[in-house]
Nanobody
Framework: QLKLAESGGGSAQAGGSLRLSCVAS????????VAWFRQVPGNQREALAV????????EYVDFVEGRFAINRADAKNTIYLQMNALNPEDTATYYC??????????????????WGQGTQVTVSS
């Protein structure tokens, strides 16, 4: 079974950067649709970015495009979320998720079966 584990969260100052990692282990398919989400307590979880690990095509939601970047490590079992120009509104628990079934388009609208445990990001002003 596929397992996902996030790391790299922590505290940052406004304007700073953090890089989150999502490491896949267990049965790791050669191609997945992987997404980063975040959630603030009391709010709905929101999608941030997705990557097709086969084609390396990416998509971003408008409010992170230009600030966040999703990419795959050369080792292929790690997906990063590079976050720059952080602001206090980015404070949340960040999750990675994977869809391994067939898909027409790798997007945040897919149903993601596999989820990590989350990593907390706190940005102070």
């Amino acid at each position: 079974q596929l397992k996902l584990a996030e790391s790299g969260g922590g505290s940052a100052q406004a304007g700073g950067s953090l890089r989150l990692s999502c490491v896949a282990s267990g049965f790791v398919p050669s191609r997945m649709c992987v997404a980063w989400f975040r959630q603030v307590p009391g709010n709905q979880r929101e999608a941030l970015a997705v990557i097709d690990t086969g084609t390396l095509n990416t998509e971003y939601v408008d409010f992170v495009e230009g600030r966040f970047a999703i990419n795959r490590a050369d080792a292929k079992n790690t997906i990063y979320l590079q976050m720059n120009a952080l602001n206090p509104e980015d404070t949340a628990t960040y999750y990675c998720a994977a869809h391994t079934g067939p898909w027409t388009s790798c997007s945040a609208r897919l149903g993601f079966t596999y989820w990590g445990q989350g990593t907390q990001v706190t940005v102070s002003s």
